[in-house]
């Protein structure tokens, strides 16, 4: 995500709490923390998937998804 885009959702924070937004402000940043969650999401998913555990007796295996319990 773009600083810039960063930059607007702390301003929009900063406003929120001293003044309030107004509805289109609103949904700008609901669409702002969707855009940089997502993003951060991925980033997460990716870095994990590479990611390699080594054990003590130096056998490795790559992490695994944990599938949710139903």
Known sequence: MEQKKIDRIN???RKKKAE???P???EEQAALR???IAGFRASLTAQLENTVVVDPDGTK???EKKNKPS
């Open 11 to 13: 301003e929009l924070a």
């Open 20 to 22: 309030g937004l107004t």
């Open 24 to 26: 289109a402000e609103l």
């Open 34 to 36: 969707a855009e940089y």
């Open 61 to 63: 295996h790559k992490v």
